[in-house]
């Protein structure tokens, strides 16, 4: 797929079938004709070349369920993720939950 960038403007250029219905998915996906479009906002980093893609997460569509990992909280307190800066109230004894791969961070 082809990018291409002209100051606030993005076009993609599909390279191929499995491009082309991708594209179409995800127009589908953004674009409501009676209410308002979706935004997309970036996630994370993309530096190259150690990193091969960039992500984005689409406001307004639920994301997938929460994942808790072994580790328990030793304080009741709030705990963010670094990557998508999602928030999450735990309470002390309660699991650490697991965002974008990863534990999420205690914000105190």
Known sequence: MKISVDRNV???HPANEQETSELELLWRVMVDCLK???????MGNYIPPG???????????????TVFSDKKSE????????????????????DVPLCCGRLMEDMD
């Open 51 to 65: 990193d091969t893609m960039a992500r984005f997460v689409i406001e307004g569509i639920p994301g997938g369920k």
């Open 36 to 42: 308002d479009n979706k935004k997309m906002t970036p």
């Open 10 to 12: 993005v076009e993609f």
């Open 75 to 94: 304080k009741t307190c709030a705990y963010y993720c670094a990557v998508c800066n999602k928030y999450m109230n735990v309470k002390a004894g309660d």
